[in-house]
């Protein structure tokens, strides 16, 4: 089981940017495509972003796409989300996610490991 750890989240005014990472020893990372998810308090979990093994192929969430690129670094088995002009609406708990197979993935059912979750906080 693939254990993944997230980190870079906080407090930031609309406008602002941060960059998430999750981080992992697993050593079979670059074999794996990765996720970013994301969940507001009473929301379901919803997907953000993807990208493929290679990092190659990347897919966004319409309500990020401009806004977030996800990148991934296999020499360091981190994955990345950088987040730009933040809107309050991105508030949430965001999550990277892990699945064997091909990108592009956007349901939480596809992926077979999470991290705990780090909390972004979006103020207007």
């Known amino acids: 089981q693939v254990q993944l750890v997230e980190s870079g989240g906080g407090l930031v005014q609309a406008g602002g940017s941060l960059r998430l990472a999750c981080a992992t020893s697993e050593r079979t990372f670059s074999t794996y495509s990765l996720g970013w998810f994301r969940q507001a308090p009473g929301r379901e979990r919803e997907f953000v972003a993807a990208?493929?093994?290679?990092?190659?192929?990347?897919n966004y969430a319409d309500s990020v796409k401009g806004r977030f690129t996800i990148s991934r670094d296999n020499a360091k088995n981190t994955v990345y989300l950088q987040m730009n002009s933040l809107k309050p609406e991105d508030t949430a708990v965001y999550y990277c996610a892990a699945r064997r197979g091909t990108v592009g993935v956007t349901i939480p059912q596809g992926y077979n490991a999470w991290g705990q979750g780090t909390q972004v906080t979006v103020s207007s």
């Open positions: 990208i493929s093994w290679s990092g190659g192929s990347t």
